[in-house]
């Protein structure tokens, strides 16, 4: 008996200690996307609470760099290039670490985000950009640390951090103008090579519209007269179509074309082909 109660106790004692102890974080962690214009930007960081603690000027010293948050580096990446106070920083990853004063804050975005804390040893070319922005006086306390992305326009926003009664706010650009102008111009132009070639190669694998594929390849053909994976696939829908005196005019263009940029593979396969079609 005592042995079944020495095993029980065992196997019990067993599991406990297997069990993932859990508990919530002091200073949780959370994650913040949003799309600014038309890039992504997305902010990583925890979150600590004052918890009675008088906060700025306490426990987080005056002009002394903080990691702005808690645990690991609180981060911001984006998707495209921006603008940040005039600075060009290219689109990525950044730890935000900050020195914060009584009346404004520096704010510097770092491209070491690997840190727990502020580095050990700071780096002044891993600076992408530094600014220093005015702190406005909050009417009651903030509890936990918050960042937001906040002023949204077309044209960029602002990052904003508060905490206890401060707030500060970076302003950021992003190249919506840019961007939205490129895709007009691409999108207004019509369709590129590749789409009238990716068009043609569907219908023409799954038995549609020969004559719709045959229109767009010679397209493609037209817009790209140096690719020989194109003209290849026209000779193949010509033949389809039973157009074999196309077809071998096709197929001796791509090799010729394949044959000058040394793709022995596009010359043996139209080779086959054209010896397939009574061509060679």
Not at 93 to 106: C, D, H, I, N
């Amino acid at each position: 008996m005592k042995k079944l109660a020495l095993f029980a106790f065992a196997a019990i004692l067993a599991v406990s200690v297997e069990a993932q102890l859990e508990t919530p974080q002091p200073s949780p962690s959370s994650k913040l996307k949003q799309t600014v214009g038309l890039t992504e930007v997305e902010v990583e960081y925890s979150r600590p609470s004052m918890r009675g603690r008088a906060i700025f000027g306490d426990l987080v010293p005056y002009d002394k760099l903080w990691r702005t948050g808690a645990n690991k580096n609180s981060t911001i990446t984006f998707s495209d290039d921006v603008t940040i106070d005039g600075q060009a920083v290219k689109a990525g990853s950044y730890a935000v670490f900050t020195k914060p004063g009584q009346s404004s804050w520096e704010v510097i975005f770092y491209a070491d985000t690997n840190n727990w804390g502020t580095p050990g040893e700071w780096d002044d070319s891993k600076v992408a950009a530094k600014t220093t922005v005015e702190v406005y006086p909050l009417p009651v306390d903030i509890e936990t640390f918050t960042i937001t992305i906040d002023d949204l326009h077309n044209n960029g926003a602002s990052l904003g951090m508060m905490w206890e009664k401060a707030y500060v706010g970076v302003k950021f650009e992003v190249p919506t103008l840019t961007k939205a102008q490129k895709s007009i111009e691409t999108v207004m132009a019509g369709p590129s090579a590749g789409d009238y070639y990716a068009s043609a190669s569907y219908y023409y694998e799954e038995g549609k519209d020969l004559d719709k594929a045959k229109e767009w390849i010679g397209k493609a053909v037209e817009m790209r007269p140096d690719a020989y994976w194109v003209m290849r696939r026209q000779s193949l829908i010509l033949a389809k179509l039973g157009d074999k005196k196309g077809a071998i005019e096709a197929a001796k263009q791509s090799m010729e074309v394949a044959e000058k940029a040394g793709n022995a593979d596009y010359v043996k396969l139209n080779k086959d082909s054209l010896k397939e079609w009574g061509a060679l």
